[in-house]
């Protein structure tokens, strides 16, 4: 025997492969039909326990009043693992940087434009107020290095500088004697 899965109406002869009603492909028939599909079995019924009482009136009588818990002291040793470890700061470089910057900068484009005059006198003057931090405090302050050379890359280009100007004077008087 055979069915229609869309009809559901069987055919007795083998040799029909399609359903007369509708056209739909035949399948083998068996004794029983297919089970349904996409049926699921209803949910279990629960019974939940009594319901929650969020603010009782039946409380049990309250325990005989005992005097406050006192504060004891931990063992030193444990306070002092509590603590954590030590930090340690690096000490504050900035105005020796920007002394050294500046005194590079004033060696290497401080050419251009005479700039270089505004920029060595910066270096010097950080390098000097980076110098005196140092001093006062070198735990907090740092950059002694690097404000040396700031001071020195400074006084090296005014010492250029100035040279320069004397050849160039020099030069411009010793050609004016000569004509």
């Known amino acids: 025997m055979k069915q229609c899965p869309r009809c559901k109406q069987t055919y007795s002869d083998d040799q029909l492969n399609f359903c007369l009603e509708d056209g739909e492909l035949l399948t083998a028939f068996a004794q029983e039909p297919p089970p349904e599909r996409y049926k699921d079995a209803p949910p279990p019924t629960l019974l939940m326990n009594d319901p929650r009482v969020t603010n009782p009136t039946n409380w049990p009588p309250s325990p005989p009043s005992q005097p406050p818990a006192q504060w004891q002291p931990q063992n030193a040793a444990r306070q002092q693992q509590a603590q954590g470890f030590a930090y340690y700061a690096s000490p504050n470089q900035t105005l020796g940087v920007v002394s050294l910057i500046l005194g ?60 320069f100007i004397l050849i160039y004077g020099i030069a411009l008087i010793g050609g004016g004697l000569a004509n």
């Not at 050419?111 to 270089?116: A, E, L, T, Y």
């Not at 910066?122 to 040396?148: E, H, W």
């Open 104 to 163: 590079i900068a004033s060696l290497t484009v401080g050419w251009c434009c005479s700039f270089g005059l505004l920029l060595s006198p910066a270096a010097l003057i950080t390098g000097f107020i980076a110098l005196s931090q140092n001093k006062k405090d070198p735990g907090r302050y740092g950059g002694r290095g690097l404000a040396i050379g700031g001071i020195v890359t400074g006084v090296v280009f005014l010492a250029v500088y100035v040279l």
